[in-house]
């Protein structure tokens, strides 16, 4: 069935052929006046220029052959304004539209899989090895998720990489402190030929420890600071004991990550970092140099990004720092090469920190014009992230000041998810372990719709009181809702009652469910094209009250009429089908029972 809007654009636009006018004008929109129209059709005002007719004109036209030929599609055609086209369904067809839906075999509610599939990599996540996640990671990884499962879903060939900060100074600095710490250690003698020790010499607790000490006192110490650069270039030019010690960061941090990422139901496809390209750099910076794009300046190597339209300065980007050493840009740009080698994208969206807008810009520009990636070819685009800020409108941290980290953030959610359960005494008689599995599901999906229902770009205040509520737009709600309908359906299972044949809806809330269903398609399209999961969120919610309105005004379980049950049980499991999945692209999921 698909796209509903593309369906009745169909419709409409063969109407306004009829009437001698381009079918581009035929253009069907969700109506903005619910009460008046279920979809509308502005082309007729559109089109009156270039027609040179009047608008109310063609819109009467248009009416009349629409009344000729759509008569059972719509019950309703009515012009209104200047010549907006109001369209309202007609029962029958609104009813047999749910049932495909309901009855689709593919088991995906009438969403067809993109005609003309892409491949798409999705870069987020992007943690710093050696460095505990934060709450800095938060946006990143809930968006980037959802967004994969989104793109997936639709049927586009879709790879989640973590594309880990694993090559930078950051590393180098860890290294010249623990060399401070114990110059002993085999990894700092530049005559020993190995093998190194197979147990790494700190865990991840010390690197929590060492890294905030390493980077502070770069910023004070000059000495260090050079020195943790030198170990950085030296790391990157492949000096054997900086290479097992980074070996050993690699291996506990991937470690760690899978847990912290896991607890928050986020994962990747790929694990590939900045190090993963470092010797696709060298051959990467010859060639720019060779085809005129890079050049030498002051020691280092720098690319023009400028553009004749900017209205700002746009300084070089550098590829090679004067030291030798690379950076974040030299990376990057080496993992567009390896990237359109290795999967040849039609897309890369990198959900990053809006604060990063400036790299990605210079980034782009400079792959673009070197020819690294073809613009006619690949869309690169920094699909970015706002921030989760305190209550000072800063990003959030603890109490005393400190970097809130990711962990003490998903324990603080499942902590107020087992307080509020208990408070409205929910799964109280269940086995402690899945009264367990109920408050890790509640707490996350309360952090993670808290997240996903503000638009991507935007910042947001951390509220832990109103994100673990179970009333409003708010995750919990939404698991509740779909909990009780399917313990309706169990209800009616249990007294031998199964969905069948959808009818015409039986009244106004029924209507207006089965109106809100069949948005999926349309929804889960435009959702993509935005690249913006909050409107899987309004749909979420706008789709359990509507629920909640149809569940009030009908006694599904007392109906006599036993078609009229049959049908009410179906929509009720479409309902209940249709918010698992959108719940499941949001990357929550949702407990038996609770
Ligand atoms: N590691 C980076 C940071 O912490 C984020 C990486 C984002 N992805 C990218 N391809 N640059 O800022």
Redesign the pocket.
């Known amino acids: 069935m698909a796209s509903i809007k593309h369906t009745l654009t169909n419709i409409v636009a063969e109407a306004f052929e009829a009437c001698g006018i381009d079918k581009k004008y035929g253009t069907v929109e969700v109506s903005t006046r619910r009460e008046l129209a279920d979809y509308q059709c502005n082309g007729a005002l559109a089109a009156a220029k270039p027609y040179k007719m009047n608008p109310r004109q063609i819109g009467q036209s248009v009416m009349e052959k629409l009344q000729e030929t759509a008569a059972d599609t719509f019950s309703e055609i009515s012009l209104a304004g200047p010549g907006f086209i109001n369209l309202r369904l007609s029962d029958s067809w609104l009813a047999s539209l749910t049932q495909e839906m309901a009855t689709d075999a593919s088991g995906r509610y009438g969403v067809d899989p993109a005609a003309d599939p892409k491949m798409i990599i999705i870069?987020?996540?992007?943690?710093?090895v050696a460095k505990p996640l934060h709450v800095?990671h938060v946006r990143?990884g809930i968006i980037g998720e959802s967004l994969k499962r989104l793109s997936r879903f639709l049927g586009h060939n879709t790879l989640g990489d973590i594309?880990?900060?694993d090559w930078g100074l950051p590393i180098g600095q860890i290294i010249m402190e623990l060399e401070d710490r114990d110059p002993t250690m085999p990894y700092f003698d530049a005559s020993f030929s190995g093998p190194y020790p197979e147990q790494s010499p700190v865990t991840v607790t010390d690197l929590a420890e060492i890294y905030p000490t390493a980077s502070s006192k770069s910023k004070t110490d000059e000495e260090f600071r050079a020195r943790a650069q030198q170990a950085t270039s030296e790391l990157q030019e492949g000096r054997p004991g900086y290479r097992a010690l980074w070996q050993h960061f690699m291996t506990i941090s991937i470690a760690d990550l899978k847990k912290n990422y896991g607890s928050l139901q986020v994962d990747f496809d790929l694990w590939l970092g900045?190090a993963d390209v470092n010797d696709l750099i060298e051959p990467m910076v010859e060639k720019l140099k060779a085809d005129g794009f890079a050049y030498l300046s002051e020691g280092a190597i720098i690319i023009d990004v400028k553009d004749d339209a900017d209205k700002k300065e746009m300084e070089p980007l550098m590829v090679v720092r004067s030291n030798g050493s690379v950076g974040?840009e030299a990376?990057?740009m080496a993992?567009i090469v390896q990237r359109v080698r290795d999967y040849d994208p039609d897309f890369v969206w990198?959900v990053?920190?809006g604060r990063?807008q400036h790299?990605?810009k210079k980034?782009f520009r400079a792959v673009y014009k070197s020819g690294i990636a073809d613009k006619n070819k690949i869309s690169l685009e920094h699909t970015y992230n706002g921030t989760v800020n305190g209550p000072d409108g800063k990003p959030f941290k603890t109490r005393d000041g400190g970097v809130m980290s990711l962990q003490v953030l998903v324990e603080m959610v499942i902590d107020k998810a087992r307080q509020r359960l208990a408070e409205i005494d929910s799964a109280s008689g269940y086995p402690a372990e899945e009264q367990e599995d109920i408050a890790q599901k509640v707490g996350i999906a309360a952090l993670k719709f808290a997240d996903l229902v503000n638009h991507r770009t935007g910042d947001y205040a951390f509220d832990l009181e109103r994100f673990s509520s179970f009333e409003g737009r708010t995750g919990p709600y939404l698991l509740y809702a779909a909990v009780r309908n399917r313990s309706i359906l169990r209800k009616a299972a249990e007294e031998g009652l199964s969905a069948g044949q959808i009818l015409p809806p039986a009244g106004p809330e029924e209507r207006e469910l089965q109106l809100k269903l069949l948005e999926l398609p349309d929804l889960l399209d435009f959702a993509f094209d935005q690249r913006a999961p909050n409107h899987l969120c309004d749909y979420a919610y706008n789709l359990a009250i509507a629920f909640n309105r149809f569940y009030r005004a009908h006694h599904i379980l007392n109906e006599k009429d036993e078609a009229q049950q049959a049908s009410w049980l179906g929509v009720a499991q479409l309902t209940v089908d249709v918010l698992e999945l959108v719940l499941d692209l949001l990357g929550i999921s949702v407990p038996e029972r609770m």
């Open positions: 870069d987020y996540g992007g943690p710093n800095g990143t594309h880990m900060g900045e974040y990376t990057d993992t990198y990053v920190d990063q790299h990605f980034v």
